[in-house]
């Protein structure tokens, strides 16, 4: 039949062709749309943490202009951290994203943060049951503090 087919001269075979590759075509897309929207939301947690680690950058400074003025360091000290934690975590609820875990470093120049936001909201690749699954979405970001000396 297949032979049959494609040795039609009326242009139902290349019709049939034509139906096929379609069709397998939006099968592949739908198998990487999940994956296309989990990249999409990775990088605007990128975007997010770039925003809030230069946000926080900009805090310290006002929680450590002393020490920053008398010695030119910034330590690690934990109400520093706490402050860094709270601008990070304000900016993060602007876009509606829980920080499940943030970790906050200092050192010397550099301030790290990494963390953790969780997100219900994507389906799982079984289409059969597609229950909403928690994805975990980690992220790191750095931001310079200028005016700091070199340890």
Same mark, same amino acid.
């Given at each position: 039949?297949?032979?049959?087919? *494609?040795?039609?001269?009326?242009?139902?075979?290349? #019709?049939? +062709?034509?139906?096929?590759? !379609? %069709?397998?075509?939006?099968?592949?897309?739908? #198998?990487? *749309?999940?994956?296309?929207? =989990? =990249?999409?939301?990775?990088?605007?947690?990128?975007?997010?943490? &770039? /925003? %809030?680690?230069? @946000?926080?950058?900009?805090?310290?400074? $006002?929680? %450590?202009?002393? /020490? #920053?003025?008398?010695?030119?360091?910034?330590?690690?000290?934990? /109400?520093?951290?706490? %402050?860094? /934690?709270?601008?990070?975590?304000?900016?993060?609820? !602007? +876009?509606? @994203?829980?920080?499940?875990?943030?970790?906050?470093?200092? &050192?010397?120049?550099? =301030?790290?943060?990494?963390?953790?936001?969780? $997100?219900?909201?994507?389906?799982?690749?079984? +289409?059969?049951?597609?229950?909403?699954?928690?994805?975990?979405?980690? *992220? @790191?970001? !750095?931001?310079?503090?200028?005016?700091? !000396?070199?340890?």
């Amino acid at each position: 039949m297949i032979r049959k087919l *494609f040795r039609d001269k009326s242009g139902v075979s290349m #019709l049939v +062709y034509g139906f096929m590759i !379609t %069709a397998i075509t939006l099968m592949l897309i739908l #198998l990487q *749309f999940n994956t296309m929207l =989990l =990249l999409n939301e990775r990088s605007k947690i990128d975007n997010i943490g &770039d /925003e %809030a680690v230069t @946000k926080a950058a900009w805090d310290i400074y $006002e929680v %450590a202009k002393e /020490e #920053l003025e008398t010695t030119g360091v910034i330590s690690n000290k934990p /109400e520093y951290i706490s %402050a860094i /934690e709270d601008s990070v975590r304000n900016v993060f609820s !602007t +876009y509606s @994203k829980n920080v499940t875990s943030l970790a906050v470093t200092i &050192d010397g120049y550099h =301030l790290t943060i990494e963390g953790i936001v969780s $997100e219900n909201r994507y389906k799982s690749p079984d +289409y059969n049951n597609p229950i909403s699954t928690p994805v975990e979405i980690p *992220f @790191k970001n !750095t931001a310079i503090i200028k005016g700091v !000396t070199k340890k």
